[in-house]
């Protein structure tokens, strides 16, 4: 099998950061950009014990926690070579996805373990609230505080293209070894994203394969391996990655499990950005350059720029939509802007 080549880019490694623990995790990553490494942060869940065990004992694990409700499997052929990708014209995907028992997903993990080339099995986010009820109490990862959404992620040797999250994300590597190719937010144009509406995970991904990168076609892709980095996790090791940053992700074992938390930094109130980029879509992508170039001043003037600057010349009784948006005035201002959609 020929070398994948992210194994030969001579990319750079990720910043590893020393005496995070559950305790002060929070505290720890306040305010940081930059994605860190956290060795042997999780070493301690009952979980990652069993997956050192064998995939055997992290299969028992796992259905020792399971609810019983069916889960997502991704089912996708060996010629697929473990990508998680579209079909050849991007119309579907080169997977189907079932709704199967998750025991019946796991055995037929550890039937192709011995494999050179298994078929791919994959069971995409799947919320410990709902399948794996008592995972989190068992397993604390210390985030309690911004009630992250936890989800477990399993599979064989898959590799999910590169993609962002809005969210932060501490991932927790359970079970295998899992490499992450890490890109920061400017990159995107480097990255040729795929279609905005449809995308194997909903999140629109990098149409470049970072295996075997067609230079040809996606040729400002060397610019983004020059701002790459990499991150190898063992079972027990973490990885804290900060919204936005996009990450190509390799599972390289037999069985692999990943325990993520996304938290956002601002309340669920106010919304998802996603929403405002479609909205900006609809109402300025088709306006003539020099009315863009316009609302990209006021967008920076409103919105990028210090948030307090376009108040500081209006007494505190003017600032209405300019001024800090509590839940009330997030309410206000969405259902004028629904009001405003449906005219």
């Known amino acids: 099998m020929k070398t994948p080549y992210i194994e030969t880019a001579g990319l750079a490694s990720t910043d590893e950061a020393q005496g995070i623990t559950p305790e002060n995790m929070l505290a720890s990553v306040a ?10 942060y999780c070493d301690h869940f009952p979980a990652v014990q069993a997956a050192k065990v064998s995939p055997r004992a992290m299969v028992d694990y796992l259905l020792s926690q399971y609810s019983g409700h069916p889960v997502n499997g991704c089912y996708g052929s060996a010629d697929a070579g473990g990508r998680v990708f579209y079909n050849d014209d991007l119309s579907g ?44 109490a068992v ?26 999250d809005f969210p932060n994300n501490l991932a927790c590597n359970i079970a295998g070894k899992r490499r992450f190719t890490l890109l920061p937010p400017d990159q995107i144009g480097n990255l040729y994203p795929g279609p905005l ?20 076609r996606f040729p400002r892709f060397r610019d983004a391996l020059e701002n790459a980095q990499t991150a190898e996790l063992e079972a027990g090791d973490a990885l804290y990655i900060p919204g936005m940053w996009w990450h190509h992700v390799e599972s390289l074992d037999t069985l692999n499990v990943l325990y ?20 900006a879509i609809l109402g300025l992508r088709n306006l003539p350059v020099h009315q863009r170039q316009a609302w990209k001043a006021l967008f ?44």
């Open 31 to 40: 305010g940081v950009t930059r994605p860190l490494v956290l060795r042997g």
């Open 93 to 136: 995907f080169n997977f189907e996805t079932r709704r199967v028992p998750l025991d019946a997903l796991l055995e037929e993990i550890l039937v192709h373990a011995d494999g050179e080339n298994p078929p791919m099995r994959y069971m995409p986010s799947s919320e410990v609230s709902y399948w794996f009820p008592e995972f989190a």
């Open 139 to 164: 397993n604390d990862a210390g985030v309690n505080s911004v009630s992250p959404m936890g989800s477990l992620w399993l599979g064989n040797k898959v590799r999910v293209a590169a993609h962002y």
């Open 197 to 216: 509406d449809f995308a194997p995970g909903g999140q629109e991904i990098s149409l470049v394969d970072f295996y075997h990168p067609d230079f040809a």
């Open 260 to 279: 993520t938390h996304w938290w956002r930094d601002s309340e669920a109130y106010m919304g998802r950005p996603t929403n405002a980029l479609l909205h």
């Open 300 to 343: 920076d003037y409103y919105i990028f720029d210090d948030p307090q600057k376009p108040r500081a010349h209006l007494p505190e009784h003017a600032w209405d939509t300019l001024g800090p948006l509590d839940e009330t005035a997030a309410r206000r201002l969405r259902a004028m802007l629904l009001n405003k959609l449906n005219r």
